[in-house]
């Protein structure tokens, strides 16, 4: 069973940086990408990064200049980096990804989500 896990959130003064990151783990799989999506209270969870690589990476309109996403591909794990943090970042985000999992037959492709890390940005 594939498993997703984030840390890295917590409170941080505007203007500030925080780095998520989400650790896939499990017996036998494959990642096909990564991305990172957020629901702020009273909100929809909305996309902030889709397809953590290189220059395929799909920014919301909200973020771009400000977040980066990356994987490193080795460890199974992608990550977030927040600078200039803003009152309207505050939210849980999520970790996403579309995996490969070979560990039991017929292998299936699913989208696994972490189980959540609050942001909240605060003065």
């Known amino acids: 069973q594939v498993q997703l896990v984030e840390s890295g959130g917590g409170l941080v003064q505007p203007g500030g940086s925080l780095r998520l990151s989400c650790a896939a783990s499990?017996?036998?799989?494959?990642?096909?990408?990564m991305g990172w999506y957020r629901q702020a209270p009273g909100k929809q969870r909305e996309l902030v990064a889709d397809?953590?690589?290189?220059?395929?990476?799909n920014y919301a309109d909200s973020v771009k200049g400000r977040f980066t996403c990356s994987r490193d591909n080795a460890k199974n794990t992608a990550y977030l980096q927040m600078s200039n943090l803003k009152f309207e970042d505050t939210a849980v985000y999520y970790c996403?990804?579309?995996?490969?999992?070979?560990?039991?037959?017929?292998?299936?492709?699913?989208?696994?989500w972490g189980q959540g890390t609050q942001v909240t940005v605060s003065s």
């Open positions: 996403k990804a579309n995996i490969k999992d070979w560990a039991i037959w017929p292998y299936t492709t699913n989208d696994y």
């Open positions: 397809i953590c690589a290189f220059d395929l990476t």
């Open positions: 499990g017996s036998r799989f494959s990642i096909n990408n």
